[in-house]
């Protein structure tokens, strides 16, 4: 995948704002979690609900050495969802399920202590 430079909503980028005031972790951090919880997510997420018009993030920065497992995970999301493999699609993917992903963790996390009930038990 040649993405190399990732854009989020304007929305997820206030929310990744207050999120980062309520616990502290960098946007970068938040962004993984998030990508993470729209993973598992069920139903593909619409790319088209998730503009462009926020903040960039370099991919490297955004997934650290673990760039290469989430893109994986990925792929594996996109296949078992039957969409497309090509290089267009997953960067349509990625964009969407990171957006949805800080709209989830925005619901879900009022405070760093509710991080721990993300983790299934």
């Known amino acids: 995948m040649k993405l190399n430079r990732i854009y ?8 990744l704002r ?7 972790l960098l946007p970068n951090v938040l962004c993984r ?8 997510e069920p139903g593909a997420p619409n790319p088209d609900d998730y503009p462009s018009d926020g ?3 370099n991919r490297y920065t955004l997934m650290g050495e ?3 497992l989430f893109i994986a ?3 594996e999301r996109c296949a078992s969802d039957k969409l497309p493999l090509d290089n267009d699609s997953l960067t349509k993917q990625f964009r969407a399920h990171l957006n ?22």
């Open 55 to 57: 903040s960039e993030f």
């Open 33 to 40: 979690l998030g990508l993470s919880l729209s993973l598992i």
């Open 18 to 24: 207050i999120l980062k005031g309520r616990t502290g």
């Open 100 to 121: 949805r992903g800080v709209v989830l963790l925005y619901r879900r996390v009022k405070g760093l202590t509710d991080l721990a009930a993300l983790m299934p038990k």
């Open 8 to 15: 989020v909503s304007e929305d997820s980028r206030n929310k």
């Open 73 to 75: 995970l990925l792929r």
């Open 66 to 68: 673990w760039d290469a």
